[in-house]
C-alpha cells in the first residue's frame, strides 16, 4: 500500500514528507510504548501511535518506519516534525482513534506481519 493510500484511507492531513507519498508500505503496527513497537518485524511500516515525543521519530528511524500516523487529532510540534525531515519519515495525524485506524487499515489490506511473534 503507497503512504499516499494511507492518507486517503484515514482522512489525514500530511505534515512532512510529501515527497515519500509513493512508496510502498508492507506493514503496520499500531502502539503508544516504544518498546512494544520493537517487537514488531519492521521492514517498510507504518507506525499508527498516539504517543508524541521526539523518541517516537528515533525509534522509528533505528527501525526503518517510514511513515507515522498520529491519531486523534493529535499535532506533533516542530521539534518532531524536524527530525521527521532529518530521518526522511512521513508524518500525517488522523482525527480516528488508534482502534479505528488500525481497523481501517487492516479491512484494506494493510496487515502486520507476525511470523515468528
Avoid at 31 to 51: I, Q, R, W, Y
Amino acid at each position: 500500500m503507497k503512504i499516499a493510500e494511507i492518507a486517503k484511507l484515514l482522512d489525514a492531513e500530511i505534515l512532512t514528507g510529501e515527497e515519500l507519498l509513493d512508496m510502498d508500505i508492507l506493514t503496520a503496527c499500531s502502539g503508544d510504548m516504544m518498546s512494544d513497537v520493537l517487537a514488531f518485524p519492521k521492514e517498510h511500516m507504518v507506525l499508527l501511535t498516539g504517543l508524541m515525543n521526539p523518541q517516537v521519530m528515533r525509534t522509528c528511524d533505528m527501525l526503518d518506519v517510514r511513515c507515522v500516523v498520529f491519531v486523534r487529532g493529535k499535532k506533533p510540534n516542530e521539534d518532531i516534525l524536524e527530525l521527521a525531515r532529518d530521518y526522511e519519515i512521513a508524518v500525517m495525524t488522523t482525527d480516528c482513534g488508534l482502534y479505528v485506524a488500525s481497523g481501517v487499515l487492516y479491512t484494506n489490506g494493510l496487515h502486520a506481519r507476525t511470523k515468528g511473534l
